[in-house]
């Protein structure tokens, strides 16, 4: 069994900066991409950071420069720092990774998501 592990949310002041993790752990082959979403009420599901499978990391245009994330391979684990946070940042944040497990002997790749940390940001 593969899972998202998140830590890390909480109520905070505009301005003020929070930080996320996320873990993976199972019987883990290997990871492909890894990084974090956020729903916000009444709103859809959206990318705030992540590094994909090849290529260079991501991030949603709203939090370029306030938010980086980094990432530990040999621990599964990825990190959300979030400065300057603002109103609009409040969300549930999801972490999410495609993993290749191998369990049975054989290899199967899916798409999992952690079950979400709560990020408020309210004066």
């Known amino acids: 069994q593969v899972q998202l592990v998140e830590s890390g949310g909480g109520l905070v002041q505009p301005g003020k900066s929070l930080n996320l993790s996320c873990e993976a752990s199972?019987?883990?082959?290997?990871?492909?991409?890894m990084g974090w979403y956020r729903q916000a009420p009444g709103k859809q599901r959206e990318l705030v950071a992540k590094?994909?499978?090849?290529?260079?990391?991501t991030y949603a245009d709203s939090v370029k420069g306030r938010f980086t994330i980094s990432r530990d391979n040999a621990k599964n684990t990825v990190w959300l720092r979030m400065n300057s946070l603002r109103p609009e940042d409040t969300a549930i944040y999801y972490c999410?990774?495609?993993?290749?497990?191998?369990?049975?002997?054989?290899?199967?790749?899916?798409?999992?998501w952690g079950q979400g940390t709560q990020v408020t940001v309210s004066a």
């Open positions: 590094f994909p499978s090849g290529g260079t990391t």
């Open positions: 199972g019987s883990i082959f290997s990871i492909r991409s």
């Open positions: 999410n990774a495609f993993m290749i497990r191998y369990s049975e002997h054989k290899y199967s790749g899916d798409n999992y």
